[in-house]
């Protein structure tokens, strides 16, 4: 797939620059960027999820008895 982006001069430069810094394309940069924000946003849900569900039952667990009830042990 190919993608078109619009930058002005400055942010082109600063981009082209800080991939030849990491030695990487900047299509590659871009590539990255964009995974690590989909990927953080994904976590950010689950994190949301995870303590809602906590809230509505706030039971903890220590890890021996985490490891027994998975029977990691």
């Known amino acids: ?6 930058l002005n001069d400055e942010d082109t430069l600063l981009i082209k620059k ?6 990487i394309s900047v299509s590659e940069l871009i590539r990255q960027s964009v ?3 989909i990927e953080n946003e994904y ?5 949301d999820a995870a303590m809602a ?3 509505s039952n706030p039971v903890t667990f220590s890890l021996d008895e985490a490891e027994r009830e998975l029977g990691l042990r």
């Open 1 to 6: 797939m190919t993608i078109s982006l619009r």
């Open 18 to 23: 800080y991939a030849e810094l990491n030695n």
């Open 35 to 37: 995974m690590e924000r």
């Open 43 to 47: 976590d950010l849900e689950m994190f």
């Open 53 to 55: 569900e906590y809230k």
